[in-house]
């Protein structure tokens, strides 16, 4: 397994190192490598770096207050969004979730591989970021996400074993 999925974990506490928009720009890009139905590409990403505050606290006051408390020091705040249907037909996309998921995970596997790490919420008000974010209709907000620095020691929590998870030919 690659390194970056062994040592990917969602930690609560960062340190006050910031992050620039370079090395955002990185990871959305790596996020915008996933694979999509019909290359749809459905993910958004909306961003506020710590140091401009006023758009940091904008998404931060989406969040629950229990995710608040850790939240507010990161070194960036995201909300992910995704685009319900697709732009060809305007039809329901049934996998644009999915989608967003494969984006994330590569996000994710980037950040690991720059030292970084991102903790993902569903603890956050779509109402208030659609409102506060300026979000169109047609697009849902899906996830909140932490990302910063973590200078402690690695927690792995327990995992499922693969047989648990992993059936031959049919489920068992």
């Known amino acids: 397994m690659i390194p970056e999925i062994t040592k990917r974990f969602s930690p609560t506490t960062f340190t006050e190192q910031t992050l620039t928009e370079e090395q955002l720009t990185i990871l959305f890009t790596a996020a915008g490598r996933a694979a999509s139905s019909f290359n749809e590409q459905p993910w958004r990403f909306i961003y506020a770096l710590k140091q401009d505050k006023e758009a940091f606290n904008n998404i931060l006051d989406c969040l629950v207050e229990g995710n608040q408390e850790w939240a507010k020091n990161a070194a960036a705040l995201v909300i992910t969004v995704s685009k319900k249907t697709f732009t060809k037909n305007e039809k329901p996309n049934p996998h644009n979730r999915h989608d967003l998921g494969l984006a994330?995970?590569?996000?994710?596997?980037?950040?690991?591989?720059?030292?970084?790490?991102?903790?993902?919420?569903?603890?956050?008000?779509?109402?208030?970021?659609?409102?506060?974010?300026?979000?169109?209709?047609?697009?849902?907000?899906v996830t909140?996400?932490?990302?910063?620095?973590?200078?402690?020691?690695?927690v792995e929590k327990p995992r499922k074993a693969v047989e648990e998870i992993m059936f031959k030919n049919e489920w068992k």
């Not at 409102?131 to 697009?139: A, D, K, T, V």
């Not at 990302?147 to 402690?152: E, M, T």
């Open 104 to 141: 994330v995970g590569n996000l994710s596997a980037q950040a690991t591989a720059m030292g970084l790490h991102l903790h993902q919420m569903g603890g956050f008000s779509a109402e208030e970021a659609i409102n506060n974010l300026n979000i169109p209709e047609g697009f849902e907000p």
């Open 144 to 154: 909140a996400i932490a990302i910063g620095y973590y200078d402690g020691e690695f």
